[in-house]
């Protein structure tokens, strides 16, 4: 969905429908999770999802591919998808709380394996049954890089994106689904940074201040995480003492 949502849309817009994964996961979190929402916590969700938007809108790529009814297909397929990627978090967090109940490295990976095994399964029915795979030696032919540049590409892509995956569910699997989204959408505004130190591309003042608001929201939820675990602790203190 998110594939054919930026189809279908121009990248700031895409970017701007993509932010409200996190608010979404603050709804299925407080309703499924029953995650608590302080001010501190809304306060993180607004400033990281203005932050993202901002980068969004100030993206370069400013063209829509798509008008009228392919318009209105990428917004609710770009929405459809952010909804449905948060169910899917708080829905882990879940299977953690209620099904697995174990508390080792194991059971994240077993949860990443799994969900990979599916997700593969899913996308090899769709390349044989739509004849996409046909193409695949006229698209590594013609790939800038040579034919080792595309099966390397490939390669250490779903190697990083399963690496990404596993740091998620871990966060899910220690924290909560929540937190993890927010880790992720503070990625986004971040990598700029690594863009100029790499690539040397331009960091102009949009790009800062989206950062420093990711730094802000971020600074909210983890504060707002630090007083939880006081709580926590000052709970189990007074507990112990009336023992």
Not at 102 to 119: D, F, G, I, N, P
Not at 122 to 151: H, N, P
């Given at each position: 969905m998110y594939s054919y949502g930026l189809l279908f849309l121009s990248v700031s817009t895409y970017s701007l429908v993509s932010t409200t994964q996190l608010a979404f996961n603050a709804v299925f979190s407080y309703f499924i999770n029953s995650e608590k929402l302080t001010h501190l916590t809304l306060n993180s969700i607004v400033l990281l999802t203005f932050s993202a938007a901002m980068l969004g809108v100030h993206s370069d790529e400013e063209h829509s591919n798509g008008s009228g009814g392919k318009y209105a297909l990428g917004f609710l397929l770009t929405l459809s998808a952010s909804a449905t990627y948060s169910l899917i978090l708080?829905?882990?967090?879940?299977?953690?709380?209620?099904?697995?109940?174990?508390?080792?490295?194991?059971?994240?990976?077993?949860?990443?394996?799994?969900?990979?095994?599916?997700?593969?399964?899913?996308?090899?029915?769709?390349?044989?049954?739509?004849?996409?795979?046909?193409?695949?030696?006229?698209?590594?032919?013609?790939?800038?890089?040579?034919?080792?540049?595309?099966?390397?590409?490939?390669?250490?892509?779903?190697?990083?994106?399963?690496?990404?995956?596993?740091?998620?569910?871990?966060?899910?699997?220690?924290v909560s689904s929540l937190f993890s989204n927010v880790i992720s959408a503070l990625a986004a505004p971040v990598l700029p940074v690594f863009a100029v130190i790499l690539f040397r591309d331009k960091m102009d003042g949009i790009k800062i201040l989206s950062l420093l608001l990711a730094l802000w929201g971020s600074a909210s939820y983890f504060y707002q995480h630090y007083l939880d675990l006081l709580a926590e602790r000052k709970k189990t203190e007074l507990q112990e003492r009336v023992r």
């Open positions: 708080s829905l882990m967090e879940l299977t953690f709380q209620k099904v697995i109940k174990r508390q080792t490295v194991k059971a994240v990976l077993e949860m990443q394996v799994h969900t990979a095994l599916v997700s593969t399964a899913g996308a090899m029915v769709g390349l044989f049954a739509g004849g996409e795979w046909k193409g695949l030696r006229r698209e590594m032919e013609s790939f800038g890089k040579g034919k080792v540049g595309y099966v390397m590409t490939l390669v250490w892509a779903s190697v990083s994106w399963q690496i990404t995956n596993v740091g998620l569910i871990g966060l899910i699997f220690e």
